[in-house]
């Protein structure tokens, strides 16, 4: 038997465990930076298969880092994600339903990133049994990755070195957009990311309009100072108005913010204190991301001047753009066209039926779109990539898997999750199919499945190892070196939407 066989054997045989591991992860939904319990979950679930864990890795508490040594080698290194995105709740099931216990606006997973984080486990473990049944030597690394929604953890991570010493790095996650499906990114690497929170303060309202030895106002009907929420949304409406003037019109680039709850005036004579406004950049490269943070700031100090207000800028994440590694990339395309893609069988698609008519639409007899089945070769992938894209851009879309690829030879691939025919449909639809057993059942095993023949391959081909390490210094020196970023600490303590125990029991909650 193989080595590869041990390992599809070692899927084979933990298929369950994987889906209700995947199911339980789903079923917690929990939001950056506040997954607690997905987090304890998998420290708790590697110690038990032998790993010595770090809990709390990069002073984020829902961060890990976690190891597994078979003697003097390679280390390769796998990651997992878990946080969901607020106003998600979707249940396991074929209709629009909130998960139990929750309401509609409650996290769920969206991509899935319960399923990102169980095929990599499942990855991890697979490789694991190959390497004690037939005496590999080297060492396997898991980092869990909160936050990846705002790019939160691996720019950390980075900067503190959890990275540095990594003989490969094996990034997957379930395919969101076409044709990064079932295929491995060739040259164009998910670019930067700047993410950064403005607090507008209101510290001093006494002294809006006052002149010196002025009394305290009594009267309901004196002036007030505009406060925090204004200043909030003077910047709120003022870089929208300005956002086409922020970025050149070349290329692909977004900028997106989100309100984040705080403290509000207890009586409505009363200025509101604080508030927190956080925007998060997508853009090809450093530079640009640099360009627009620059407009923010000067808008940020506008607002605040012009409402009695002081801002703090407390940033969420800076991640650099992606370093493409050829021969990475070759590796798992040979391992994926050696496993194929998933396979989904009737029951899957008689659900897949199910969400079809829930949502108004026809069901197809053969409801999944035809990539979900089909494999790409990254230069075919590529290549359809690239007509929307300018020749002179080199990134496209944000993920933050990037900041690893400096730090050793990284592939980025993806492996279908069940995607529907016909539509549009309503984002419940393809959550819920992301958490149903029988339709994301498929993509765990199939990831776990490519990520350990890759694992094994590049544990056992040192000529392959030295390859990739020679592109990847080439191509570092080349594109200049990029340092980590992260120059700020994991921003924890920020009002992010979460959980909450109270004697009413578990509820979604927005701080305040």
């Known amino acids: 038997m193989s080595i590869t066989d041990i390992a599809d054997r070692w899927v084979a045989d933990h298929a369950r465990d994987l889906s209700d591991w995947c199911a339980h992860i789903f079923d917690l939904a929990e939001p950056a930076w506040r997954e607690y319990q997905s987090a304890a979950w998998y420290v708790e679930r590697l110690r038990a298969e032998g790993f010595d864990v770090e809990d709390g890795s990069g002073g984020m508490p829902t961060a890990f880092c976690a190891r597994w040594t078979n003697g003097d080698g390679p280390t390769i290194g796998m990651y997992a994600e878990y946080d969901a995105v607020p106003a998600n709740s979707q249940a396991a099931w074929p209709e629009r339903a909130p998960r139990d216990d929750t309401g509609w606006q ?28 037939q005496g590999i030597r080297g060492t ?16 950390i991570h980075a900067a503190q070195g959890y990275y540095d010493g990594l003989d490969a790095m094996l990034s997957f996650h379930p395919f969101y957009m076409l044709p990064l499906c079932n295929t491995v990114r060739w040259d164009t690497q998910c670019g930067a990311a700047y993410s950064m929170i403005y607090r507008f303060v209101c510290d001093a309202p006494q002294g809006w309009g006052a ?4 009394p305290i106002p009594q009267a309901h009907s ?7 929420n204004d ?65 923010l700031d000067r808008l940020a100090d506008s607002a605040a001047a012009i409402t009695g207000c002081r801002v703090e800028k407390h940033w969420v994440s800076k991640s650099r753009p992606g370093l493409t590694n050829h021969v990475m990339a070759q590796v798992v395309w040979d391992s994926l066209q050696q496993v194929g893609p998933p396979h989904w069988g009737e029951t899957a698609r008689a659900i897949a039926r199910k969400v079809q008519t829930a949502c108004g639409q026809k069901a197809d007899d053969d409801p999944l779109i035809p990539e979900c ?3 790409i070769a990254p230069q075919d992938a ?33 492996i279908a999750r069940p995607a529907l025919r016909g539509g549009p449909y309503p ?25 350990a023949h890759s694992a094994l391959r590049l544990l056992t081909q040192p000529d392959t190892r030295a390859a990739s390490w020679a592109e990847f210094e080439t191509r570092k020196t080349t594109q200049g070196n990029i340092p980590p970023l992260a120059d700020y600490p994991a921003p924890i303590a920020f009002n992010w939407p979460e959980y909450v125990e109270t004697p009413r029991g578990r509820h979604w909650h927005l701080p305040f």
């Open 106 to 133: 409650a996290a769920g997973h969206t991509d899935p990133h319960s399923a990102l984080g169980i095929g990599s486990l499942g990855g991890v473990l697979a490789t694991k049994a190959a390497m004690q049944e």
């Open 373 to 375: 089945t089909a494999l």
């Open 427 to 451: 984002p419940w639809a393809m959550n819920a199919l992301g958490g149903i057993r029988e339709t994301i059942d498929p993509t765990v095993q199939t990831a776990a499945r490519v990520l």
């Open 211 to 214: 002149s010196d030895g002025a």
């Open 140 to 155: 396997l690394q898991l980092t869990g990755e909160p936050a990846e929604k705002v790019r939160g953890s691996k720019p």
């Open 231 to 295: 200043a909030l949304i003077l910047m709120y409406q003022t870089a929208r108005q300005l956002r086409d003037a922020m970025l050149p019109h070349r290329g692909g680039w977004s900028v997106s913010e989100a309100i984040l709850g705080m403290g509000q005036a207890s009586a409505d004579n009363l200025p509101a204190l604080c508030a927190d406004l956080q925007y998060m950049i997508r853009v090809p490269d450093l530079a640009m991301a640099e360009q627009i943070t620059a407009q």
């Open 382 to 414: 590529e290549a359809i990539l690239r007509r929307d894209l300018p020749p002179a851009q080199e990134n496209s879309t944000s993920d933050d898997y990037t900041d690893m690829s400096w730090h050793c030879p990284t592939a980025r691939f993806y």
């Open 222 to 228: 004196d002036i007030r100072a505009p406060g925090a």
